[in-house]
Each structure stands twice: as C-alpha cells, then as structure tokens.
C-alpha cells in the first residue's frame, strides 16, 4: 500500500506543544503496520502514550537516536499494547521518543 492513501494514517497530528507527529504506514496484511514516532524538538519525550493500530506487543525496530548514530541511546524494550483509548484507538502504548529522533515500531 506503499503508493495509496490506505496505506498511511495520522494517529497523531495535532501535537504543537511538543512537537511530536505519530502516524501508520500499512501494509497489505496488519501485521505488516509499522508507527512511526518523531520528536522534533531537543527536549526527550518520555512516556508518550498514543493510539496503535492492533494489538499486540510492539517493538522498537528502528530509533535514530541509537549510539550507532552518535545519538543519546534513549531506547525502548518491546511494549505490550493496553486496552487504554487514545486517539481514537481502542489500544494504546506509551514509549519514550528521544530528542530529535524519530522511532519506529512494529507488532510481534
């Protein structure tokens, strides 16, 4: 769904105060989704909680914060969802986004 509008979803868009957009790339299958989290500012996120698009036990697969790309190594282990509602999804996680980085995640 690389190339139409079902494979990308804005799960968070509206957050000037920090400076932080969430959103879904899909795939044909959904357990191909993948989130992606960006900070935009130099101030970490810690224990952001946002809406994800099925549940399951989400895995940071990607963060360009890591020590390999002499970023501060703020990281995160695998995060089971919640059935705790944000932004218009039934389940939730929360994850620390790093200081100017973006992190992805991914379903296992």
């Given at each position: 769904r690389s190339f139409?509008?079902?494979g990308f979803e804005w799960i968070v868009n509206d957050d000037a105060e920090n400076s932080v957009a969430v959103y879904a790339r899909k795939g044909l299958n959904p357990k191909?989704?993948?989130i992606i989290a960006v900070n935009l500012t130099p101030?970490?996120?810690p224990n952001y909680r946002f809406g994800v698009t099925r549940k399951g036990n989400w895995k940071e697969i990607f963060n360009s914060d890591d020590e390999?790309?002499?970023g501060s190594g703020i990281k995160n282990?695998?995060?089971p969802s919640?059935?705790?509602g944000s932004h218009w999804k039934a389940n939730s996680i929360e994850v620390n986004i790093p200081p100017l980085a973006m992190v992805?995640?991914?379903a296992f």
């Open positions: 139409t509008g079902n191909d989704d993948l101030v970490p996120r390999a790309f002499w282990d695998d995060k919640e059935a705790k992805v995640f991914k």
